[in-house]
């Protein structure tokens, strides 16, 4: 069978064998079918709280927190209607901030290309930089100690509004809501407390799990201490077309949001699959290796130990310069030598939750990727086998195992949470 997986812009279309392949999708969304006016209508007639244009007035410095180029969000589909509705607010009383967490700032051009030429030149915008103390604010303590430094310019603001969009995450459960205050706006400290080795290695610090994900509580906690006066999240199809729109009071709106986005991206297997074949859902998400970590961890929880994940991802942008998740991949003799490096008393280094997954996945099955920006050197450095045609390895895998090995396939990578039968999603550990 012809399959279409989500690679780069383009897309890329592999032949899988029609006997023993299943192909695991999100229960497709048809987009709204007046997306504006559904967001607008979200704006209008909110959950757990007044209209946007209500709670703003017209003297309040006002702080507009958008996602990062890593994420599909359409911020140049939402953030217009969110500025709209603050056309009684003086635009020099407006910040734009992007939430970065810990990658890297985005470019004017790229800027441009996310929101809209006219919005890059009509306001200001600032990049959040995590690494950057003097633009930072403590605000309060953790229960466990832990400092939380927060964006100043978000701290000025005398309303905070932020937007997002909810999609399964790998070790938050969610994204979305409070993410957008922690990580988004964070301190580079607070950041690694919340991504510690202890918090991402506990079993429920994965996909599509937030009551009782210690790391999920972990960052509500620290959204708690800024003070959001409403929040804007969408969900998307594998079109990137918006499916609904939850605005309000952020947490009863982002609670609203999850089931939505729970009942179309959860999808259950009656067994684990010898062979899985992943995305990380094609451009933007599948810029980066470090990015492409997520859609091998989907793929992780419905391999069989010891089977093979085969993975599709441009990784246009190589594998970030910023942070430690190459140098500490590079570094690594072995999965086994990473974690116990990770999990010493006192490690806390940028980047180390990603690495300490990919580790966890590498345990689990033998990982395999194409990506057209990355030299086989530079995939052999991350500890994966480099590949030239996923249709190629699949079938060199299926040779290998025999004759009633099976296929399963995420053509949406983590977009899908796959788990199977009834129980609860694998943990990767």
């Known amino acids: ?75 140049s589909l939402v953030l217009p209607i969110v500025l709209e509705q603050l056309q009684h607010v003086p635009r020099k009383q407006i910040v734009l901030i992007c939430a970065t967490g810990t990658h890297r700032g985005n470019t004017r051009e790229e800027l441009a290309q996310m929101l809209g030429p006219d919005i890059v030149r009509g306001y200001r ?38 937007t997002g969009f909810i999609e399964p995450h790998f070790f938050a459960g969610f994204s979305g809501g409070p993410k957008m205050v922690a990580p988004g706006c964070a301190g580079l400290d607070t950041i690694l407390s919340l991504h510690s080795a202890r918090l991402i290695g506990d079993p429920q610090a994965i996909w599509g799990v937030t009551d009782g994900n210690p790391l999920w509580e972990k960052i509500c906690q620290a959204a708690r201490f800024v003070d959001v006066a409403f929040n804007l999240n969408v969900t998307i199809n594998k079109k990137h077309q918006v499916t609904n729109a939850f605005a309000g ?22 067994q684990p699959f010898d062979v899985v074949v992943t995305t990380n859902a094609g451009y933007p998400l599948d810029l980066n290796l470090y990015q492409t970590v997520k859609g091998m961890s989907a793929a992780a929880q ?44 006192g490690f806390a280094m940028h980047d180390q939750w990603e690495a300490q997954i990919l580790a966890l996945i590498l345990k689990r099955a033998r990982v395999y990727l194409k990506a057209g920006f990355l030299s086989d050197q530079q995939i052999r450095d991350a500890m994966l086998t480099p590949i030239s045609s996923v249709e190629d390895r699949v079938n060199e895998l ?7 090995a099976t296929v399963g396939v995420l053509p949406q990578g983590p977009f899908t949470i796959p788990f199977v039968h009834i129980r609860e999603p694998l943990a990767i550990a």
């Open 1 to 75: 069978m012809k399959v279409k997986l989500a690679y780069g812009r383009a897309g890329m279309t592999v032949n899988m064998p029609d006997n023993r392949t299943s192909v695991i999708e999100p229960l497709f969304m048809p987009s709204i079918p007046d997306e504006a006016a559904s967001i607008v209508h979200a704006l209008r007639h909110p959950i757990g709280s007044p209209p946007l244009r209500d709670v703003i007035s017209a003297d309040d410095r006002v702080a507009v927190v958008f996602c990062d180029i890593t994420r599909p969000m359409p911020n």
């Open 125 to 162: 915008i600032v990049n959040h930089d995590s690494t950057d103390k003097s633009t930072q604010t403590m605000v309060g303590r953790l229960d466990d100690g832990t400092e939380v430094w927060i964006n100043s310019e978000l701290l000025k603001a005398s309303k905070v509004v932020l």
């Open 249 to 270: 009071e952020l947490w009863e709106s982002h609670h609203i949001g999850v089931q939505f986005a729970r009942k179309t991206a959860m999808r259950s297997v009656s």
């Open 302 to 345: 419905i391999v069989r130990p010891g089977g093979a994940i085969v993975v599709a991802s441009e990784c246009s942008d190589g594998i970030p310069e910023h942070g430690n998740f190459k140098k500490l991949l590079k570094q690594a003799s072995s999965p086994d030598a990473l974690l116990a490096t990770l999990n010493e008393p």
């Open 398 to 404: 299926l040779e290998e195992m025999g004759p009633n």
